[in-house]
């Protein structure tokens, strides 16, 4: 355990990047930008990167916002307004406001903290962890910050360890034996190994610590290039890793997980398909992301709902969930649910039955609906009798049926299908 007297996170702010929409997840990010998307049960994507600073002892933070910001201000609002400024101690929300010049919003990830940099001066702090806000991990940051202050580093990079042939669909690193990164390749077809393994390769998690100075100047003379396109990874990085020192830092030093035994986690829920199944994951017998974890919890929103409830039980007719995960203020009424997971206030009627289902807050089943490998959108009402999973050229007429074969089904897809019926 480090003194928390000399711990670094204490001397460090956590800058996280939530602008982008994330529009792999089609109509899930028609109302919100992909970090403000649900997940877990009763979360946020960004919710992950936020409680993993405060976890590890930042507490000073900003989110840089852009793309249809509204849902994520509202939850941070809602959510992580237990700072104390009296303290020290703050989360501040940073909209693209044009503060660079009149026409321009925010241009790239580097950009979004170059049009801050009085905020972030303001906050007196050594160092900087940028932070994407849409993965789906616990890592603690005071580790990453440590090497990064052993190895005298320019910038520490958080990466993945992935097999070789799955790495071309990442930004990956060549290192040495000492894990100094040696190049930085974007997408390539034939990625390198590592020294100790060349079966693997070493991705980037999108995580970067960096001396607050150095950072500084790097970002004001890339405001003034007028070739760069003002993004971490495709600017900053490479100029980094040429003429400076660039660290490797790899996320199994890192990773919080519930025993040594248990394998790390971290997942990009960017699809319909990768959305569905970490959701699901988490109603396994013991599933790989301890949400359970005392020592790491997930902080977020706790809307105040009254316990799930179960009702009716009759031979065709029981309220009832098997490997499943029911949340707060939910109404199983004579309902079958199996591998599911129901988030807040979802209310399922008589003679229906949810198998694989992802069903966001405030949806309501009416009776004899049948709804298998699906995600159902916040706020839905589907209608009496629907049935959905089991024909999928039906589905696909009303429906956005995913490459997985999973359906996503929003009120929208509901009203156009209810109208030409």
């Known amino acids: 355990m480090v003194d928390s007297a000399t711990r670094l996170s204490q001397r460090s702010m956590a800058f996280v990047l939530a602008g982008g929409r994330g529009s792999r997840l089609k109509e899930l990010t028609d109302r919100r930008v992909k970090p403000a998307v649900y997940f877990g ?3 946020r994507i960004v919710d992950f990167a936020l409680s ?36 020290n ?26 049009q801050n940099i009085d905020i972030v001066d303001s906050y007196d702090v050594d160092y900087v962890v940028i932070l994407a806000g849409d993965h789906i991990y616990k890592m603690d940051y005071e580790r990453m910050l440590r090497q990064h202050v052993e190895t005298k580093a320019d910038v520490t990079i958080g990466c993945l360890t992935v097999p070789r042939a799955e790495a071309s669909a990442f930004g990956v690193m060549a290192v040495d034996d000492k894990d100094v990164i040696t190049s930085f390749l974007e997408k390539p077809k034939d990625p390198p190994g590592t020294p100790d393994d060349p079966n693997v390769t070493l991705a980037s998690m999108g995580i970067y610590v ?11 003379r890339d405001m003034e290039d ?91 007719r029981r309220g009832a969930a098997i ?74 007429k009303w429906f956005r049926v995913s490459d997985g074969g999973v359906t996503l089904i929003t009120q929208k897809m509901l009203d156009a299908r209810a109208a030409a019926l």
């Open 226 to 316: 007028q070739n760069s396109s003002h993004d971490f990874g495709n600017d900053l990085i490479p100029e980094i890793v040429k003429g400076g020192k660039a660290q490797a830092h790899r996320f199994t030093d890192s990773c919080v997980r519930a025993s040594t035994e248990a394998p790390t986690y971290w997942r990009d829920v960017g699809t319909v398909d990768a959305f569905h199944k970490a959701n699901l994951d988490l109603t396994n017998f013991a599933p790989d992301l301890d949400l359970w974890d005392k020592d790491w919890p997930i902080w977020t929103y706790a809307e105040a709902t009254p316990p799930a409830k179960f009702i009716h039980d009759e031979a065709d």
């Open 210 to 220: 960096f001396n607050w100075d150095f950072l500084r100047d790097l970002l004001i």
């Open 323 to 396: 490997s499943s995960m029911v949340s707060g203020g939910c109404i199983i009424s004579g309902s079958e649910i199996r591998e599911s997971l129901l988030f807040t206030q979802v209310h399922t009627n008589s003679y229906s039955s949810l198998v694989r289902a992802v069903v966001l807050p405030r949806v309501y089943v009416s009776r004899n609906a049948r709804l298998k490998n699906v995600v159902i959108d916040r706020g839905v009402h589907i209608p009496e009798g629907l049935v959905v999973g089991e024909d999928p050229v039906e589905d696909a």
């Open 52 to 87: 993993n600073a405060l976890n590890s002892g930042i507490r000073k933070m900003a989110i840089a916002t852009q793309y249809k910001a509204h849902s994520l201000i509202r939850h941070c609002q809602r959510g992580w307004s237990f700072f104390r400024a009296e303290r």
């Open 41 to 43: 049960g009763k979360t």
């Open 89 to 114: 101690e703050f989360l501040d929300i940073l909209p693209a406001s044009q503060r660079y010049d009149e026409q321009t919003w925010y241009r790239g990830t580097a950009d979004a903290v170059a």
